[in-house]
Nanobody, 119 residues
Framework: QVQVVESGGGLVQPGGSLRLSCAAS????????MGWYRQAPGKRRELVAT???????NYADSVKGRFTISRDSAKNTVYLQMNSLKPEDTAVYFC?????????????WGQGTQVTVSS
C-alpha cells in the first residue's frame, strides 16, 4: 500500500509565499519523477512542476521564476516553494509520484491541498 499526502496549503495575500510538502509512504522501493499539478474551479488539471530522481526540473511557463520544486529522496518527500503568488495561482494543488513498489510501478496522487491567493 502506497500513500501520498500533501500539506502546506492555505490563504495568502497576493505577493506572498507558501511552501507545499508532499510525502510518500508505504511499500516503496524507488520513486522516479515527483511533481505538482493544480486544478482551478472549472478548469482542467495542469502541470506546475516536476523533478526527476536525478534532480532535473521542469516548470510550467506561468510559474517559472516564482516557484521552485525540490525533493528529499531520503524522506520520499517533494516540496514546492511558491513566491510572488498571484490570484490566478488559486487552485487545489495535487502531488504525483511515479513509484515502484517492488511488484508494480504506478502513478500515485495525493488528495490535494487548497491554495487561495486573495486580499
Amino acid at each position: 500500500q502506497v500513500q501520498v499526502v500533501e500539506s502546506g496549503g492555505g490563504l495568502v495575500q497576493p505577493g506572498g509565499s507558501l511552501r507545499l510538502s508532499c510525502a510518500a509512504s508505504g511499500s516503496i522501493i524507488s520513486i522516479r519523477t515527483m511533481g505538482w499539478y493544480r486544478q482551478a474551479p472549472g478548469k482542467r488539471r495542469e502541470l506546475v512542476a516536476t523533478i526527476t530522481s536525478g534532480g532535473r526540473t521542469n516548470y510550467a511557463d506561468s510559474v517559472k521564476g516564482r516557484f521552485t520544486i525540490s525533493r528529499d529522496s531520503a524522506k520520499n518527500t517533494v516540496y514546492l516553494q511558491m513566491n510572488s503568488l498571484k490570484p490566478e495561482d488559486t487552485a487545489v494543488y495535487f502531488c504525483n509520484a511515479d513509484i515502484f513498489s517492488g511488484t508494480v510501478t504506478g502513478y500515485y496522487w495525493g488528495q490535494g491541498t487548497q491554495v487561495t491567493v486573495s486580499s
